[in-house]
């Protein structure tokens, strides 16, 4: 396991962190290998009822990493959440496709489908690659400094890979949070459905803990018939379907700003995107 996420085991609980508190936990190719990685240990584990996941420092996750020292989009990974091709050295959009395909899209989605129960701690950013990575959590449970953030309409990308808003929001609460670009606190999370509970900062912890004891007294074959009963039936509102037509628009989106634009990311960084959501 890679020093960028730690594992650990407490009773019937795994804790998985994010440990680039540096970066904001910045999400690399090499955390995201890194996270797969610790996820299957716990599922392999029969110890293990219910799965945690983490930030280390003061925020949750600024979301993909596109600037910092540890950046790796030229370097190789074992692929496997998707059957195609390594990016490395392919020309344009071949590249981008391909990587992000594997990388984000299909490494959440094989995270979604983890048959233990999965709760997100969140305390202070989840933004844009962010998100992804508590929507793929069963549960989320946000401290009251939490905000979440989708930026990426200022790129003129509709949203990121993984595109859960219409489903963890609502389709009218969605729009307002693509259209602004905006942060949105927890309470606003939680009133629009995003968010299972609120709670003080100093109380996350034990409330988060707290919520997967209860979890880890039910049955484990049950708890994960019922993920994949909700899990079957959310794909039937059209999850799957239109998270693929989305990603579609969001590679079209990355062209058509290699054309137009200083770059695929429309000459925006990491600071840019911040600055820009936060009003400074």
Known sequence: MTD??????TGP????????????NAQNSAMTYALD???TR?????????IVLAGAGKHFSAGHDIGTPGRDVDQSFERKAVMWWDHVGKPGGDNRYARE???YLGMCRRWREI???TIAMVQGACIAGGLMLAWVCDLIVASEDAFFSDPVVRMGIPGVEYFAHPWVLGPRAAKEFLFTGGRFDAAWAKENGMVNRVVPRDELS?????????????PRFGLALTKRAVNQAEDQMGLRNGMDSVFGLHHFAHAHNAETEKDSLA???ARSMRDAASGS
């Open 4 to 9: 960028v996420v730690q594992y650990e085991v």
């Open 37 to 39: 990685a610790a996820f």
């Open 115 to 117: 048959p233990k129960p």
């Open 267 to 269: 000459g925006m960084d």
């Open 206 to 218: 034990k409330k988060t803990y707290e919520m997967a004891e209860t979890i880890a007294a039910m």
């Open 101 to 103: 395909m594997e990388v």
């Open 42 to 50: 716990a599922v392999d584990d029969d110890g293990v009822k219910v």
């Open 13 to 24: 609980v795994a804790t998985v962190t994010m440990n680039r508190p540096e970066y904001r």
